[in-house]
């Protein structure tokens, strides 16, 4: 029984899609539904979701942001008022119609994104450089209509959060883009141990409706980039396309000047796609919803579950703790854990009680230790710090080892065909090339990072005078 | 300015439903859409909500519920399979009828509550006593398609979290249903300080589908009811139309029990009706998102602000407090105090200063103390405390002052006429009855308590042998 749970899960050498899709469903993460790329997420999926909305709305409040809500749908008209956002939303947006057994005389969409609801709330509640800033943030759901969709990767509707904030000066606004890229950067590498490349998106890549669009990129086991989170600085562009104005010190009337910022549960894929292994997921001790589970061996002994159950009111003080009690085989719940990606596994059984000990397995590198009852609490502890760096430690050195450097279109096919990773290599600015890279090489710009080398002297397609380093990638 | 902040509230006296409107815009709560029915929670409304789910989501967890989330689409099939729930449910959804620029082969409609979706779900997972039970909930938002909308009280859009749980037997499912009952009321008296009748819906009045329907309600200032939470008992009625069958441990296939229940952002029009005056908001302490606003008195007079930050420092160690440091007028920071219902404000200033002391004023009593700075946080510590238990205490004693007793048609159509409230008449349990209270004395039945009384050996309406004390009212 235990190996069969093992077993049915894809080698990811093999298919790594179909490795996947086997982890998100044998670590009962998601279920599938009769509604087309829509999922039910389980509550050990949802779990890791909370860790992730608990941790990044702390750090949102402490600079400043307060939530809100606002309504799901977007009347017609009123998504239309930005030109560039309603063509870059209106071809994949789910319509409402028909309500109260009538039909509307205004269609209205369930949202993709909130700027234009939020560009309509400001619009009533800004008025003067008093009113300014506002730093708002909602948790909510958004649809849109995916023609391939994959569970946390890519689904018809999917869970967010979306920040839309309104300053007096462009200058407040650029610096409240980079500081939300910075939050989204800081919490993947400290809580999800995924290391990030942070970085503006081409025009071509970036968001509609936005002056500019930053992101952090991330890049998965399989040489695949992931786009992990993007925050958008939209000048005064929304606020002209809705009259957003504002009296200044001066009294003179002006336009304000807006961001938004996202991150979705496209992260859970991230988690993934980063740390697992053939035996299941592999969750981050920061953000697993239980950090350590206790297996006593021999159950049915006596004085073996009384001890599992003061281990874990012990070790509760330092860490998420549960006891595996059922009637399942130790194996069974072994490999469980692993699938589940547990960081640690606890065991105890009579000749460990008898030596005063117990065992702890670390999830990520199956490390074994045998440690005192009298200090397992700092231990595990201890451990769990360690896992926590070990597995950034290890994400980084995978992307470095699969990130290339290109001088030239040849080079750059060569490493795109056959090494899949990052590539860097130096660009003109154009959208020709751009366009050129994707189309003959294969691979898309994932950003200009903010860390800028010189490659060359050269753009890597035209061979002209190169301005940018930028990433280049296969994406999710 | 201080005077016409407060002054274009309306009295309640003199309308109560313009004096909620009054508060719910000026204490900024919500902000109208163009979007018939669906409101912006803005940031001082959502900050009680988020604290509303925090309290209540630890109560859930600590009764063994997970969270989970399922999609807000339902297909029309989906919806149909049962017959009483879709009878209730299909006049008032949204449909969406289009989607990614085609028209939708089968017509979804936006959730107005999870039942459907839920039994598909657990259709998957059930198969064993084994798998049983499970006991999930989801925050979320639903839409129903209201004609006539009110902020928090009625809405077309609201938030929500609904609980649905699966058991093995009709016993566990009775055990549950009424658990939740008793955790909402226990939440709504200890936190919102608003006492709750608890009891049972009678048929006439239960939920789409359900057995038995419980409630808890609760009176508002103005006399009218307003029902604040419901658990149901589906007893197999969903399961055996969504074909959910376990093995037991006699490896018979049977079907299982299911329950929901379900609280709303309504709780916030709860806590304005229960504990508003004409001065604006008055919150209860546990569920105020500011518990303490610090307002300088001559604070540009040396040391003043600085005065008031250090005591902010010390009160934030035992309440969540801020500093009004802004450059209104202490008149206008009072009355903005006030409209927004902040517990407790803390006056300080050269006087004060110069004899290491403040002033606390309650919002609910305006009772006016001053304190010595040694021992200023144990005692807004204490303070709090006073003002959450006066608060309840207060509610109760408005609610028992208006809670009438008739024992024959005439007296309860003198007190439904006059005197607003709760009715407590005995009834024969026949739907004609029920219907005839309504029709000619205008009051439905709120519930059977589980707190019986014998007032009488007859029913209230027709005379015959009495079965059951019911609570009658005018409802939101």
New interface residues.
Partial sequence: MAENFVESITNMEDDFAQWYTDIVKKAELV?Y???KG??????A???I??NIQKELDRRFKETGV??????????ES?LNKEKDHVEGFA???????????ETLPE??C?RPTSET?FC??YS??VHSYRDLPKV?NQW??V?R?E?TTRPFLRSM?F?WQEGHTIHATAEEAQERTELMLNVYADFCEQVLAIPMVRGRKTDKEKFAGAEATYTIEALMHDGKALQSGTSHNFGDGFAKAFGIQYTDKENKLVYAHQTSWGMTTRLIGAIIMVHGDNSGLVLPPLVAPTQAVIIPIQQKKEGILDAAYALRDKLSKVARVKVDDSDKTPGFKFAEQEMRGIPVRVEIGPKDLANNQAVLVRRDTREKSSVSLDEIDTKLAELLTTIQKDMYERALAHREAHTYVATNAEEMKEIADNKPGFIKAMWCGDRACEDAIKEQIGVTSRCMPFKQETLADTCVCCGKKAKTMVYWGKAY
């Fill in positions: 279920d539904t009769g509604i829509c999922m039910v997420i389980r509550p999926g949802y779990a979701w909370e307060e939530n809100c809500y606002l309504p799901m749908f977007i009347p009123l071809p994949e947006v789910a319509w409402v119609t028909q309500g109260g057994g269609r209205m369930v609801l309509d709330f009533h509640i708002y909510c759901s649809v209509w023609k509707e869970l």
